[in-house]
């Protein structure tokens, strides 16, 4: 029989009472190894109560107190980190050295977050007017929520609760329902850690359960990862519903090689940050934009023998370079962009399509794909594949090259090669993406920094974890106090200036 999972509330599995499951697949044979209880508007109510019971005790507790639980958290995810890493891997697909690298960056935002008594001062003033003080604290939000998708059901999760949690709010994550074995491991995990019941939460679902998050009246923010359109949906939802939300998205990330690039590198990081993880991850680059004839085709001369010594293998296999996508839908969605691009004329040079791997015939593999000769009218370039593709669009001078990504409806990250500085200085200030990287393939910002894209890739005004985490996590309140030294007189009935 199928492996039935639950929900994670109130410090306690509970299963799921909706009748109602999805499929969780193993992606390296096909098979369907568990099942996911989607939730009922009922049992996120539910949720949603346990988490605002254990709301007045928690952001009462003293932020150092609230840190240690922190501290304690990131020692059990060093100590579990190969449990939790081949958990990732046979729900995901990734190589379990990805999944590593996903555990370790979401480690590094629980590490931020350890840092949460400094960070949630407040500021003062000492004699803004006669006898009168100004000071602002940071308050926690209340009962806050958490969407998240499939592609780093660890990393993305720990983004948002690690930073909400330690500022003392209570929060409720709806993990991806692809694969979500690991965010109810770290509730686990975190309650181990001295966290009390009822502070993190896991409720399973699907648009019911995000739809219950965004109209309940409990819930102060909502957090979500995904795709564009319905991120779209979750910004404008809870809005309308009167809740602070931020929404990450769908992306679309330009690597931009000038002709003084260091090839070697370029080969390199193009190698990992198109294919890695079969392309799954949001700040992978997937449009590459050499400028000049010469460069690109050097480009194009040493990727395709490199691209065709590229191991694609099972999760497991530790000399795989990546593994399968997530389903058999999304193998079916990569597959048919790749003969869209096609169709519209893009230069097929190395084809993934109907990729077997022996004795997984089942699995979800998708070869790595090259194409020459895209240009920007196409659809298959405007979209997100999401999947092992790499695109080449030919530009002929930087200028040209830096339009790409600026004109994009998706605005995640961006990377340039070049030993040119002035031309790297100008290019990161001019061009409209959020995240740049001068010779970094893949520019995700560290933990005490900020990540968030622009335009479709991100419909907030806060961006995810560093200082701007702990903003959008908390309220602002601001004292102005008087201790008068006898009688106010008339004072008392004006409207107050400094002097
Ligand atoms: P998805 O949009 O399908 O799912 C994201 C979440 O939304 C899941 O929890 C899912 O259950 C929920 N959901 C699905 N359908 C819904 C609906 N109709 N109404 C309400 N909620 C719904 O995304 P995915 O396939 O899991 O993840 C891949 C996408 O996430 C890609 O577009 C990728 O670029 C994006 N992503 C963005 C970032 C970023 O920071 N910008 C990071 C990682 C992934």
Redesign the pocket.
């Known amino acids: 029989m199928t492996r039935e999972l639950s929900h994670f509330i109130n410090g306690e599995y509970v299963a799921g009472q909706s009748g109602r499951y999805s499929d969780v697949f193993d992606p390296n044979t096909g098979a369907v190894q568990a099942r996911t209880p989607l939730a009922s508007t009922d049992e996120v109510a539910a949720t949603i109560a346990a988490a605002q019971g254990a709301f007045p005790a928690w952001s009462s507790m003293n932020p150092q107190r609230r840190a240690r639980v922190m501290f304690r958290f990131k020692a059990l995810l060093e100590e579990h980190m190969d449990e939790l890493a081949e958990l990732l891997s046979s729900e995901h697909g990734k190589v379990v050295a990805d999944s590593r690298g996903d555990v370790q960056r979401g480690m590094e935002v629980i590490e931020f977050a350890c840092g949460i008594p400094h960070l949630q001062k407040g500021e003062y003033t000492q004699g803004a007017g006669p006898g009168i003080d100004v000071y602002s604290m940071r308050q926690p939000l209340g009962v806050v929520a958490g969407?998240?998708?499939?592609?780093?059901p660890a990393m993305?999760p720990m983004w948002m609760f690690g930073v909400a949690i330690a500022c003392g709010n209570t929060f409720i994550l709806?993990?991806?329902?692809?694969d979500p074995s690991v965010p109810l491991r770290l509730a686990e995990l975190f309650l181990e850690a001295g966290a009390p019941a009822g502070v993190l939460n896991v409720v399973n679902?699907?648009?019911e359960a995000?739809?219950a998050l965004l109209t309940h009246p409990d819930v102060k923010a909502i957090s979500?990862?995904?795709?564009?359109?319905?991120?779209h949906?979750?910004y404008q939802t809870g809005a309308a519903n009167g809740k602070r939300v931020q929404a990450?998205?769908?992306?679309k990330n330009h690597g931009i090689i000038m002709p003084d690039a260091d090839m070697d590198q370029v080969v390199r990081d193009f190698l990992g940050s198109a294919f890695g993880s079969a392309g799954?991850?949001?700040?992978a680059l997937p449009v590459a934009v050499p400028v000049g004839k010469d460069t690109a085709d050097e480009f194009i001369a040493r990727m395709v023998p490199e691209i065709k010594k590229l191991k694609v293998g099972i999760s497991t296999d530790t000399s795989a370079h990546y593994g399968p996508v997530?389903t058999a839908a999304?193998k079916t969605r990569v597959e048919n962009y790749i003969t869209m691009c096609e169709d519209e004329g893009g230069k097929l040079l190395v084809d993934g399509r109907g990729l077997k791997l022996q004795g997984y015939e089942g699995g979800f593999f998708v070869g790595p794909t090259l194409f020459d000769n895209v240009t920007a009218d196409m659809r298959s370039y405007q979209d997100?594949i999401?999947g092992p593709v790499l695109q080449v669009v030919r530009a002929d001078t930087l200028e040209e090259a830096a339009a790409l990504p600026s004109n994009h409806q998706y605005g995640?990250g961006v990377a340039i090669f070049t030993r040119n500085g002035l031309a790297a200085r100008e290019f990161a200030a001019k061009v409209q993406v959020g995240m740049v990287g001068i010779n970094v393939p893949i520019p995700v910002p560290v933990a005490y920094h900020t990540?968030?894209?622009w335009k479709r890739?991100?419909f907030a005004d806060t961006n995810?974890h560093g200082p701007e985490g702990v903003r959008f996590w908390t309220k602002i309140k601001t004292i102005t106090q008087r201790w008068p030294d006898g009688d106010v007189g008339d004072q008392a009935f004006i409207i107050p200036t400094m002097g």
């Not at 969407?147 to 780093?152: E, K, R």
């Not at 709806?174 to 692809?178: A, G, I, L, Q, V």
């Not at 979500?224 to 991120?231: N, R």
Request: proline content about 4%; some cysteine; glycine content about 10%.
């Open positions: 969407i998240t998708p499939f592609n780093f993305i709806k993990p991806s329902e692809k679902g699907d648009k995000v739809d979500f990862v995904g795709s564009s359109d319905i991120a949906y979750v990450m998205a769908g992306a799954e991850r949001c700040m997530v999304h997100e999401f995640n990540f968030g894209g890739s991100a995810q």
